[in-house]
């Protein structure tokens, strides 16, 4: 199985907006509508923030926005805050399967 | 309150077996697909196997595929993870997660396995 692929690392000061990228092929990301993503902290266990592409479960902020096209989804954080500052990584279904990114670094500045 | 928790790791040769325990409290895993997840020191997340609710479908990740069997027990509300031929490349924090909304729902704070000489 293939990792997905992930921007090493993005930044962004407090109130601006970034978006992580995660580019898979169409035996991933692009065949399928079951990209997930998912913030964890330094120790911490992954938490999920965005589910089928674009649906955010309850408690995550609506500042968490997910979409795709193509073989690329993408992740857009709007209003940055201190707290987001962690390791995201997508995840995709992949046939009888799950494949990962290699995860993205956000600082936040 | 949900609860996922890990046990059976350790050190372990390589060529050695190790098998991994996941207690569920707080809700019954009968209803959910179960995954083990993976992620090596410092490094990022693998997925390693899946389980059905029923337990009669498996899938496993190509890099433990042949090694690792993984299995449930859902009256006693727990799974398994059977790891043989443990290599170097397996050593990692081994995660039981519960599988919801097709996502990663729900993780366990792992168990640590490392395959050394």
């Known amino acids: 199985q293939s990792v997905l692929t992930q921007p090493r690392s993005v930044s962004g000061s407090p109130g601006q907006s970034v978006t992580i990228s995660c580019t898979g092929t169409?035996?991933?990301?692009?065949?399928?509508?079951?990209v997930s993503w998912y913030q964890q902290h330094p120790g911490k266990v992954p938490k999920v923030m965005i589910y089928?592409?674009?649906k955010r479960p309850s408690g995550v902020p609506d500042r968490f926005s997910g979409s795709k096209s193509g073989n690329t989804a993408s992740l857009t954080i709007s209003g940055l805050q201190a707290e987001d500052e962690a390791d995201y990584y997508c995840c995709s279904g992949a046939g009888n399967s799950w494949v990962f990114g290699g995860g993205t670094r956000l600082t936040v500045l | 309150e949900e609860q996922l928790l890990e046990s059976g790791g350790g050190l372990v040769q390589p060529g050695g077996s190790l098998r991994l325990s996941c207690a569920a409290s707080g809700f019954s895993i009968s209803n959910f697909v179960m995954n083990w997840v993976r992620q090596a020191p410092g490094r990022g997340l693998e997925w390693v196997s899946l389980i059905s609710a029923n337990g009669g479908t498996t899938y496993y990740a190509d890099s433990v595929k042949g090694r690792f069997t993984v299995s449930r027990d859902n009256a006693r509300n727990t799974v398994f993870l059977q790891m043989n031929s443990l290599r170097a490349e397996d050593t990692a924090m081994y995660h039981c997660?519960?599988?919801?909304?097709?996502?990663?729902?729900?993780w366990g704070r792992g168990t640590l396995v490392t395959v050394s000489s």
């Open positions: 089928d592409v674009s």
């Open positions: 169409r035996n991933d990301v692009g065949g399928y509508k079951y």
């Open positions: 997660v519960k599988q919801m909304n097709n996502c990663f729902d729900f």
